[in-house]
């Protein structure tokens, strides 16, 4: 590791050890949403537990079973988006492993594939090649997401919750800004120390960074409320221009989800109405 920046964002197709008993192994899929790729991790020395298999693709997951030196424990699935969890078959197949997870919704978006073998209970230990991780419920971007705490290190697995370099995306219904917060706060009381996502470089100062984060969405959320304010009646598309103002427009496409979170969000406090494809300010 002596040549090697744990905090430089990582390459399409890498193998790096980012920690003391973790390994990161970057997915061939780049792209807008996902960066360089989905980052797995492998955690733990003998029978390490494997976070997030990443794509279905056999360069990738030979490369994963290669650094778990051809054991697995556990496969950890911190959602079941089809960036995060379609490698989970592969290597169940060639490991016996068990897939850990929460069922998936309904609503389209997800692995069709995917089939955990067993839950995970909030606060849950697993035992990961000689580590301890912790299970976390972080519904928000995906109602059955999960993080893990490598409670040792401090090192949280924060699969689509935090990322770095982008703003996760949050689709309603399953996706929920309110819970998203929620979820958000309660990281940051936890003894976090550093940021291992599913997506881009690892970051160190958690709490800054989950504090930065929380600001951000805030910052947005008073965006769209002013935004209804100033008009008292408006749908979604009137508003997008000027909410996302700073935001290229060819990222508007997927900035759209995450405003109709953020109104959610505002209906069910009660400071805006939707009526049809019409949002009516209510006030604070
Ligand atoms: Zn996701």
Same mark, same amino acid.
């Given at each position: 590791?002596?040549?090697? /920046?744990?905090?430089?964002?990582?390459?399409?197709?890498?193998?790096?050890?980012?920690?003391?008993?973790?390994?990161?192994?970057?997915?061939?899929?780049?792209?807008?949403?996902?960066?360089?790729?989905?980052?797995?991790?492998?955690?733990?020395?003998?029978?390490?537990?494997?976070?997030?298999?990443?794509?279905?693709?056999?360069?990738?997951?030979?490369?994963?079973?290669?650094?778990?030196?051809?054991?697995?424990?556990?496969?950890?699935?911190?959602?079941?988006?089809?960036?995060?969890?379609?490698?989970?078959?592969?290597?169940?197949?060639?490991?016996?492993?068990?897939?850990?997870?929460?069922?998936?919704?309904? /609503?389209?978006?997800?692995?069709?594939?995917?089939?955990?073998?067993?839950?995970?209970?909030?606060?849950?230990?697993?035992?990961?090649?000689?580590?301890?991780?912790?299970?976390?419920?972080?519904?928000?971007?995906?109602?059955?997401?999960?993080?893990?705490?490598?409670?040792?290190?401090?090192?949280?697995?924060?699969?689509?919750?935090?990322?770095?370099?982008?703003?996760?995306?949050?689709?309603?219904?399953? +996706?929920?800004?309110?819970?998203?917060?929620?979820?958000?706060?309660?990281?940051?009381?936890?003894?976090?120390?550093?940021?291992?996502? +599913?997506? +881009?470089?690892?970051?160190?100062?958690?709490?800054?960074?989950?504090?930065?984060?929380?600001?951000?969405?805030?910052?947005?959320?008073?965006?769209?409320?002013?935004?209804?304010?100033?008009?008292?009646?408006?749908?979604?598309?009137?508003?997008?221009?000027?909410?996302? /103002?700073?935001?290229?427009?060819?990222?508007?496409?997927?900035?759209?989800?995450?405003?109709?979170?953020?109104?959610?969000?505002?209906?069910?406090?009660?400071?805006?109405?939707?009526?049809?494809?019409?949002?009516?300010?209510?006030?604070?």
């Amino acid at each position: 590791m002596a040549d090697f /920046d744990p905090w430089a964002p990582p390459a399409t197709g890498t193998v790096q050890q980012v920690a003391a008993a973790v390994w990161r192994i970057v997915a061939p899929n780049p792209s807008p949403l996902t960066g360089p790729g989905t980052n797995t991790y492998v955690v733990g020395t003998e029978r390490p537990v494997v976070i997030d298999p990443g794509c279905d693709d056999t360069g990738h997951l030979g490369r994963v079973l290669e650094v778990a030196g051809g054991v697995v424990s556990r496969i950890v699935c911190t959602h079941s988006h089809p960036d995060h969890s379609p490698g989970a078959r592969w290597l169940k197949e060639r490991t016996g492993a068990p897939v850990h997870g929460l069922p998936a919704p309904d /609503d389209g978006h997800q692995d069709p594939g995917y089939a955990p073998d067993a839950g995970l209970a909030h606060g849950e230990r697993i035992e990961a090649g000689g580590e301890a991780l912790r299970a976390l419920h972080t519904p928000g971007h995906a109602s059955n997401h999960v993080c893990l705490l490598l409670e040792e290190a401090g090192l949280l697995f924060t699969g689509d919750h935090l990322m770095s370099g982008s703003t996760v995306i949050i689709i309603p219904p399953d +996706g929920s800004m309110r819970l998203y917060l929620e979820s958000l706060r309660e990281l940051r009381e936890l003894p976090v120390s550093a940021l291992a996502p +599913g997506h +881009g470089a690892l970051m160190p100062k958690a709490v800054a960074e989950i504090e930065r984060v929380i600001g951000h969405r805030l910052a947005r959320e008073e965006k769209l409320a002013r935004a209804l304010g100033t008009r008292r009646a408006a749908t979604l598309e009137d508003v997008l221009p000027d909410v996302y /103002d700073d935001v290229p427009k060819f990222m508007h496409v997927y900035a759209r989800y995450s405003l109709l979170a953020h109104a959610v969000k505002l209906v069910e406090e009660g400071r805006a109405r939707v009526e049809g494809e019409v949002y009516r300010w209510l006030g604070d």
